[in-house]
Structures are given as C-alpha cells and as structure tokens.
C-alpha cells in the first residue's frame, strides 16, 4: 500500500539538494526557534479554555480547532511559498512528500511518515510518530472519546492546500492519545479546483 | 586577553552557560508557528462568543442537528478571522468583555505551568531563598518575557509598594499589526484583545508563586506611543506596551 | 537599472498595491494602473495560450492529484542573485527571514508558460507569479533584456514576496484580496528596493 512515495524524483526543490537536505538546512540555519515546550503549553492553554467555554462540548471543541486552524493554514501557506519557492507538485505523491519532508519539518521540525495510500491514489495518510502539540498530554476520561486535541493540524492542511487550489478533506483517523498505536492524519483530495489555477501555469 | 578571562569565568557564568546550553539543547518549533497561533486566538475568542450566544437561542434539537452537521462539514459556520475581528469591534462591552476574559484566562493557564517550567530548567539566575515580590517581577520581566516573547521587558518601575511599570518597547505579538501613526479610536481598541494575553500570563505567574488569593493582582496593559522610536536611528517603529501590575501586598 | 514602480496584483487581477519608487518621474494615476493591472491580468492568461504546444507538451506526467503538468525539468531555475541580500544595509533582518541571506540556492520560477517579462523602449516591466495566484509586478527605469537583469528582478520580486508573507499576510486586519495599507509592508519594501 504505501508504495510509490520514494520513488518520486527530488530533483525540483529548486536546486540540486534533496528535499530533505534543503529542508534541514532551512530549519537548521533561517529558522528563528522558539521552545517547543512552551508551544505545548500555550496549545494546550488554548484547547482547555475551549473546553470549558463549551462545557465539554467534544464535537464543538474540534469544529473550533479546525476553524482556527484553517484560518492559520490560509495565510500560512505565502509563508511556506515565500521561504520554499517550491514549484508545484505534478502528483499527490509528491504534494505528501513536501507536506512531510518540508512543511513539517520547517514549522514543527518533525517528519512524519507518508503511507496507507488508497488504491486510486488520490489519499494518504501522515503517521505522526511524533506531535509538539501533544507532548505530555494526557486527556482526561470523557475527552478521550471525542477530542481530536490536535484537530488544528488539519485545519492548518485543509486551508493551505486549499490556497493551492487543492480541495481536500483532512481528518485525524487515530491518536495516541485516544490509546491507538498510532497519531494517523488522512488527507483525501476531491477536486483540483482547475479553475483558480493563475493562467500561465495551467 | 581572552586566554587570560577564561580561567576567571565565574561560578555563575558558567551557570549561566551551562544553562544556556541547556536552553539550546531543548526540542525547538518554528517561531512563526507560535505567533501565529497566539495572535489567531483572538478571532477564535470572537468566534468562540458568537456560538455560544447563537447557542443560548437555539436550544434543544436545533443544537443536536447543527452538531451533526459540523461533523459532515467542518468549514460549516467558517469566518475568515478578519471579519471576526470586525465584529470584534461591533459588539456590545458585555460582549467583548467576555472575550477579553477568555483570552485572559489562556494567558493565566499559561502563565501557571510556564514558572514551573522555568524553576524546573535550574536557571541559576533564580534563587528561591528570598523571593520577594520584587524578585517575582524580575522574574516575569526577564525569564518569562524572554521565554515567551523572546526578549526582556525593557524597563520595570515600582513604588515599592505593590504597584509596578512595566515598559515593553516593542510587544512582539502587534508587531506585524498594521497601525497607521494616526491611530483611530476603533483601531486601539482592536489592540486590547491582543493585550489580554500577556495580563493573563502576568497574573498566571504570580498566581503560581504565591499571589493567589482573587483579586490580589490587577493587571492592566495599555499602548503607549513610543518615544524611543524617534530618538532611534532605525526606520521601523515600534510598538510600546506598558503593563500596570498591582498587587495587594498585606505588609 | 533602477526600480520605478512596484505592483502586486491579486488572484483576480485586481490592483492591491502600487508604490512609485522614483519621485519626480512620470507616473500614471490611479485609474490607468487599475487598468494597466486588469491588462496584465489578461495578458499573462494569453501568454499562456499562445506558447507552442510543443513546447507544452514536455514533462506532461500522470498528472493525477497534481495539477502542473510542468515537467521537473521544464522549470527555468532563476539563479541567486547574491547584490540584494534579506538583510538590511547593518545587518538587521528584513522581517522573519534569518541568516545573512535567506536564499543562496537558484530557485525554480513558477511563472511555467505565462508572462515574464515585456520591454518597450522606455522600461522593462518584470512579473512574477505565486502558487496562490498573486502577481508581484516590477517596473524598472530603463529598458533591458539582459538575463542578469532579469534574474535580479525576479529575486527582488521574489524577496517582495517574502515580505508580503510577513507583513501582509501576518497582519491579522488584512483582508484577502483586498488593497495593502501595511506600513511596515511599505517600509521594509523600501529598505530592499534602495539597496538595488
């Protein structure tokens, strides 16, 4: 099933380094940092209240950190593009393998694993082996049924792939903090939206 | 020279080396990432507000199916957050209050859990022997500030008797605001969302070394108009925060 | 060559921003640069018509979720460009991008097919497009078709757009797609275009 993601060739990233390559010498050298504890903190500061101001409301705290996220994710995107210069990706595959080698990296400075492609290659999935949002939480009994704590994630995903003219429905399928083995984010792709692509690309 | 400065490195140097070191050493994310999602906390209060007084009409089987709905659709109910800080200004006191609050109380969270953290990272410029109030603001001032804004409070002035100033020359999280020299009331009144924040820290830290009785500390931030900017050789003004801190202190 | 006047259009092709860097030249009101945007707008959709099919058909993959047919080896790759640095004239960092210079590496252009460039006896106007569908336009005093020229253009523009993600986008007031009041968007853009 999870073929075909390394096979695509790494020559596009704007210069003769690998994805990865260029990826970590962003993060390691153009990256003003900041603790990621204290980022786990604040998210963690931020999902509570919602929390509370929704008296427990699961369904709701999600939608809300999908908004917020989508929200982020819009303007994000001309950051990524801007310190990238990344050109477009002629398949999903490779679209998966900038999310992970590069957005990831850059902003989170995790890679997760690309895998679990459905048979007609239009989704995946990214295997969080490790989440800055969610370290040390541990979710109390009645939110780990409903909460997705991380649904930001998508929302960030859902908005920038949308400003690239990618319609795509993003959503957490499992979460190590719900007790499964795995932090599993789905990105399944609906439509390429042809007719916002900027003439001159087509 | 510097051959002969290393040997006379001081105790406390080397502490704060070592503890620098240790900062560096620790997991890191992108600090555009943090500011993002502290400044898109204020649209989300707005929003956040805006359910919750939907809700109040919409009881019973109405809510059940929105819920449903939600679940199908995400982006249902989606408010670019602009527009969310437009009806920011469009509501009612009682109403911004409220998010005023909410974004206070992150910044309380916040503020608890972060002393911990900076007490348990062994910060040899913290010594707990006798932390008085005044050590307390030092401490908001320096390690606080730099931990979550990354840089120090500029100046810091008390009375010596509860109440203190304290200057930020330039508030990170506004920074990229755009505000034109001639700012309009509508648009200072913008920024005090964006204040709430640090308050909510402010009153976090001092809750969690011993200032917790309610109402003990009043925090209040206002925007000042930066008269460095102009003494300054650089183009790029910068926006100066000064928060008021009282706190009640029974001695 | 100096830089006259500095555009960004956006996805629709209108007009959100226009800066006129020379004081005393000749300049257009506002009106004819509304047009002029909505003309550009227009051609670069054009542009893209018009290239030869051949040309096109290169690097056309199972182009299956992606929607660029641009082959990896079709992107004209724009060289670095090392005379504008991220950095202002002391040091200081132009927005959130560190290092002496953010970029050392040639990138690929996105402009695939579409407009460049167009030289007329008075100027050379240069574009560069984005993957969300804005439009960064530069105008230079002087006329040129030199690839060094153009490649400088394409890294200020690149650049411009770096400061646009930061000050623009990152301002949370700013609505998209509307006309840019940022002014730190203006100041920064200042800074790089004097060190030209």
Known sequence: MSASTNSVPNSSTGSKKSLKAFSDDIWKN????????????????????????????FVKVNNQLFLMGYNIGMRLIEDFLARTALPRCESLAKTSEVVSKCAFKIFLNVTPQVGNWSSSQDAFSLFLDENPLSDFVELPMDAAKELWYSNILCGVLKGALEMVQMDCDVFFTSDVL????TTELRVKLNRVLKDEIPAGED | MNSNQKPEMTEHQKQQLQFQLFQESLPKVNEIVYRMLLNETIPMAVSVQNRLSDNSDTQGTLGQELEEKLVLDPLKGHVPSHKLLQQYLASESDQQAKIDNRLNQIGFSLGQKLSQLLIFSNNPSLSFRDMDLLAVM???????????????????????????YLLDNNYKPVESLALDDDKSLEEKALIDPYLQFPCGVIRGVLDSLGFKEEGAVICTATLVDNAESSKSKSPISSRAVIFNVQVAVEN | MAIQTILVI?????????RDFVPNAPRLSSNEYLILA?????????????????????GKSSARGGSEPMGNNSAPLVPYMGTLGATTANGAPLGSFLGPDYFNDAFASWNGRGLKHVTTDQNSLFVYHTLTGIKFVAVSTQPTTNAMAVAVAENLLRKTY???????????????????????????????VKQL
């Open chain 1, 178 to 181: 719900k007790g499964d083995q």
């Open chain 1, 30 to 57: 153009k990256t003003a940092k900041i603790n990621a504890e204290l980022f786990t903190l604040t998210y963690g500061s931020i999902v509570s209240q919602l929390c509370t101001d929704y008296e427990r409301d």
């Open chain 3, 162 to 192: 770096c400061l646009y993600a930061d000050y623009v986008m990152k301002n949370p007031f700013y609505e998209p797609e509307m006309p840019i009041k940022c002014e730190l968007f203006d100041q920064h853009l200042g800074t790089l």
């Open chain 2, 138 to 164: 030092k401490f908001v001032c320096r390690d606080v500030w730099r931990q979550v804004f990354g840089k120090q409070i500029d100046n810091l002035k008390t009375n010596h008797r509860g109440t203190f």
């Open chain 3, 38 to 58: 909505g003309t550009l707008q227009g051609i670069v959709a054009i542009a893209s018509q018009i290239t030869p099919k051949s040309l096109q058909l290169d």
């Open chain 3, 10 to 18: 956006n996805k629709s092709g209108g007009l959100v921003y226009q």
